[in-house]
């Protein structure tokens, strides 16, 4: 059922959703701008930068409209928190930084954004219609790049790398349990049905993970 923006209840919890959608992206895009230089050829390197410009752009439109929509823009993430989380993607190598960054942040993050979309109010909704279309590409970028990499492993280290890849998908869900954040109350709060988003995002998990073995298979 759609959210009506005047009911307060509903306009403080979207807000507070809006900021935190908002912080994870200037993460992305600081996280990206630093790969940058490392990332391992030119194809990769142009689109990190591609990404950056995506994402400022995302924070600048969420801004605008957290403005507008007038509830607290207080962060949700503290300083400390964001340095720890920058320093989580510096310290990955390039397999594990397209891990976390495009399947457990960009893909799994995305699709939870995705269930609250049609819960939410028009504005909110035509705030996330440009950054939701732009995390399509990201997602595919991520996801190609991730194929590309375990295409050219042995067939050993490759069913290890699988394998690796799905126990590290708690890494998001962990890292904001471990920061105090009550996701699920956060859904809640929106009119969302937790469960359900939850259901969504493990499908989509798992969707992706298949099209990596029947990728490998093929
Ligand atoms: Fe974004
Ligand atoms: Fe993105």
């Not at 928190?81 to 893909?107: G, K, N, P």
């Not at 909110?124 to 990499?149: M, N, Y």
Request: aromatic share 8%; with cysteine.
């Amino acid at each position: 059922m759609r959210q009506n923006i005047n009911d307060q209840d509903y306009r403080i919890a979207m807000g507070r959703l809006l900021v935190m959608y908002t912080q994870i992206d200037y993460l992305i895009m600081r996280a990206c701008a630093e790969r940058i230089a490392s990332a391992p050829d030119e194809q990769a390197q142009l689109f990190m930068a591609k990404q950056v410009g995506d994402e400022s752009k995302h924070v600048l439109i969420q801004q605008q409209w957290i403005k507008q929509f007038g509830t607290d823009a207080t962060p949700i993430f503290s300083e400390t928190q964001q340095e720890l989380l920058l320093q989580h993607f510096r310290s990955l190598s390039w397999l594990d930084f397209l891990t976390d960054m495009y399947i457990c942040v960009e893909a799994l993050g995305g699709e939870a954004v995705e269930q609250v979309v049609p819960l939410a109010d028009p504005g909110t909704r035509e705030s996330l219609k440009v950054p939701l279309q732009d995390e399509t590409d990201h997602v595919a970028f991520g996801l190609g790049r991730l194929k590309q990499e375990l295409s050219m492993m042995p067939e050993a280290e490759r069913d290890a790398c699988i394998d690796g890849i799905s126990s590290r998908l708690d890494f998001l869900d962990d890292s904001l349990h471990d920061m105090g954040l009550d996701i699920p109350a956060m859904f809640t709060a929106v009119g969302a049905d937790y469960q359900l988003v939850v259901n969504a995002v493990m499908q989509r998990r798992q969707e992706i993970l298949e099209s990596f073995s029947l990728q490998v298979a093929a």
